[in-house]
């Protein structure tokens, strides 16, 4: 079974300057995606990115981007420039890919979360 | 197009009482899933489905039972409520692998549950 660790319960980062969220993962698979996920105080859960397995190069979606590291299991979150509406819980997830077979390809392992603090 | 939807936002139980959680959704997606949030645990999957007709337990499913009658509904019950079933109750739907193209699970707005 897959596991995803989340090293830091909290964390805080100054309005405008750089925050690195971590996450390390467990799994045999070579295919598979991964995940950041933002949980506001709304509580709604909302994709910021994704990576996928085979790709060797870094996600970025504007001011957040991840530095995949496959051989080491690590997938951390950089935020930049950071914003007041970035205080959320982020939890890092991790999903079979496609050539895994079975219903629980869909299947979402989340890491137990990193609450950030932006203070202005 | 309303995404995924949940009724009720919260509820407040007894215990030894049964409800169900509703949930719904209007993208035509065949993978639907129930997940359970207790602070400091994240997300844990209860149970899934890939389609109607066709469930699947998952991590934490004791306690549960869910039916996917449509593709458009998956009802969550909770068959005798217990105080260990406090939580925060998220649906997320997705395409599968079959109808095209799909990373993103779209979640629920959630219902908060007390079991007191």
């Known amino acids: 079974a897959q596991t995803v660790t989340q090293s830091q319960p909290e964390m805080s980062v100054q309005e405008a300057e750089t925050v690195t969220l971590s996450c390390t993962y467990d799994?045999?698979?070579?295919?598979?995606?991964l995940f950041w996920y933002k949980q506001p105080p709304s509580r709604q859960m909302i994709l910021v990115i994704r990576?996928?397995?085979?790709?060797?190069q870094n996600a970025t979606e504007n001011r957040f981007s991840v530095n995949f590291q496959k051989a080491a299991k690590s997938f951390s979150l950089k935020i930049s420039d950071s914003q007041l509406g970035d205080a959320a819980m982020y939890f890092c997830?991790?999903?079979?890919?496609?050539?895994?077979?079975?219903?629980?390809?869909?299947?979402?392992?989340f890491g137990k979360g990193t609450l950030l603090t932006v203070n202005p | 197009n309303a995404g995924v939807t949940q009724t009720p936002k919260f509820q407040v139980l007894k215990t030894g009482q049964s409800m169900t959680l509703q949930c719904a959704q209007d993208m035509n997606h065949e993978y639907m899933s129930w997940y359970r949030q207790d602070p400091g645990m994240g997300l844990r999957l209860i149970h899934y489905s890939v389609g109607a007709g066709i469930t699947d337990q998952g991590e934490v499913p004791n306690g549960y039972n869910v039916s996917r009658s449509t593709t458009e509904d998956f009802p969550l019950r909770l068959l005798s409520a217990a105080p260990s079933q406090t939580s925060v109750y998220f649906c997320a739907s997705s395409p599968t692998v079959r109808q095209g193209p799909s990373y993103e699970q779209y979640f629920g707005p959630g219902t908060r549950l007390t079991v007191t």
């Open positions: 997830a991790y999903r079979s890919g496609w050539r895994n077979s079975g219903g629980s390809n869909y299947k979402l392992t």
């Open positions: 990576q996928e397995a085979y790709k060797q």
């Open positions: 799994t045999s698979e070579s295919d598979y995606y």
